[in-house]
């Protein structure tokens, strides 16, 4: 469900089940001459959309204003919005916070932009991930007081932890596409890859009369695009999606 359309009783629900809370997670980035900026945020949102067609998933409203970075294309006239990482880790603390307070414990940022450096990390998904971990700290002593960690109450702690109960689990930021899609999909900035990705899900997005028009390297597979390779793409993606959001 898409949660600004949710009504209290929805909510509750949404809590008592676990169901998982997504976050389309992006950026608003130049992707050559034939794409719109919003390519990698619409990827998850689109993708999410499909996912909550066969399974129980909140959807928040996506955010675009992640650190897109000037790498491919200074903004003058291509659009790119750069809103770096320190800006964007208070706002997302707040907001995981604010979710946690709600009675969230199953979010899940959803992110698909820069994400080959996934595991290192790029500035809008670690600015995330460390907003996950402050609002998690946060919300704890603010629910069980300082010192909660050291408190007898948590004498099982790593006996739980072991069996995978974990705080932390309550607040993830994943890449859209896994790592083990590598070599099975192409993974590009406005290449055939992405283009055949938006060809499938949001057609809109792409205009085939522009092609020509691109003069970047990155984007000179783009013409080669095709809906029928972007449903692959997406096939993978969602078999991603069915192993992280769970209840
Ligand atoms: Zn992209």
């Not at 999410?48 to 909140?58: A, G, I, M, T």
């Not at 092609?211 to 991603?240: C, P, R």
Request: glycine share 10%.
């Amino acid at each position: 469900m898409r949660y600004e359309l949710m009504l209290p009783h929805q909510i509750r629900r949404a809590i008592a089940e676990n169901w998982p809370v997504a976050l389309p997670l992006g950026v608003l980035e130049y992707h050559g001459e034939h794409m719109a900026v919003g390519m990698d945020t619409l990827a998850v949102i689109k993708t999410l959309e499909l996912f909550e067609k066969e399974k129980d998933v909140v959807i928040l409203p996506p955010f675009y204003y992640g650190a897109a970075s000037y790498a491919v294309a200074p903004p003058e006239g291509s659009g790119s919005v750069q809103v770096g990482g320190n800006a964007l880790a208070p706002f997302g603390e707040e907001l995981f916070y604010s979710l946690l307070r709600i009675g969230f414990r199953n979010i899940h940022a959803i992110i698909h932009h820069q994400t080959e450096n996934f595991v290192a990390g790029m500035p809008t998904d670690l600015a995330f991930k460390a907003a996950g971990r402050q609002a998690i700290f946060r919300f704890l002593e603010k629910e069980r007081g300082e010192g909660w960690w050291g408190s007898q109450a948590m004498a099982d702690y790593y006996s739980g932890h072991a069996a995978g109960e974990n705080f932390f689990n309550w607040v993830q930021v994943h890449p859209l596409m896994s790592a083990d899609m590598n070599g099975k999909y192409p993974f590009d900035h406005a290449g055939i890859g992405e283009t055949s990705l938006m060809l499938a899900l949001c057609p809109e997005a792409v205009d085939a009369n522009h092609f020509a028009d691109n003069t970047g390297w990155y984007t000179a597979s783009a013409k080669d695009a095709s809906a029928e390779l972007g449903q692959k793409g997406v096939a993978m993606i969602m078999d991603h999606l069915r192993m992280i959001l769970r209840p």
